[in-house]
């Protein structure tokens, strides 16, 4: 019995060294893509946290957020992790014009082509968030995506994303 503990202990840590490898760019902690975070985000222990990067800003995302929060994110990496879907789905699935996990593949276009991008507010904290909007074309709604500036990890990480109407 005492032998299989360890067989089961060395097969974990062997597990997570892969799930956490730096050599994985973009399939940090065995998430692949978007559907996949969306996923597993439903299934897994709430105290878990898994991610994906997105890539870095784009010369004009750097200018703007430079502009709105005095921050040079050039170095910096767009992530999206299990908790800010989470988040998304519960709170903006019931909204007039509500957020599926089939929107959240639209997250790299609208961080890589806004319409505009504005400070954002944050009702508890002082946080660096910054708000994208994106029209999406053939759509009475326009979505507004979230974001945190965070320094220290040097991630721009999503808060959230919901749909509004077009004006």
Do not use: C, W
Request: proline share 4%.
């Amino acid at each position: 019995m005492k032998n299989n503990n360890l067989f089961v202990l060395a097969g974990v840590s062997i597990l997570i060294y892969k799930l956490l490898s730096p050599s994985k760019k973009n399939d940090m902690h065995g998430i692949g893509d978007i559907d996949d975070l969306a996923s597993f985000s439903d299934k897994m222990n709430s105290n878990e946290k898994v991610y994906i990067e997105l890539g870095q800003p784009t010369e004009y995302e750097i200018s703007e957020i430079k502009r709105i929060h005095n921050i040079d994110v050039s170095e910096y990496t767009h992530i999206v992790d299990n908790y800010a879907v989470r988040h998304t789905i519960k709170k903006h699935a019931k909204d007039a014009f509500p957020i599926s996990k089939k929107d959240l593949k639209l997250i790299p276009i609208i961080t890589k082509h806004p319409d505009s991008i504005q400070p954002g507010k944050d009702k508890k904290t002082n946080s660096n968030r910054v708000l994208y909007t994106k029209k999406i074309k053939g759509y009475d709604y326009k979505i507004e995506y979230i974001l945190e500036v965070r320094t220290g990890k040097k991630n721009l990480a999503m808060v959230t994303m919901y749909k509004k109407p077009a004006k």
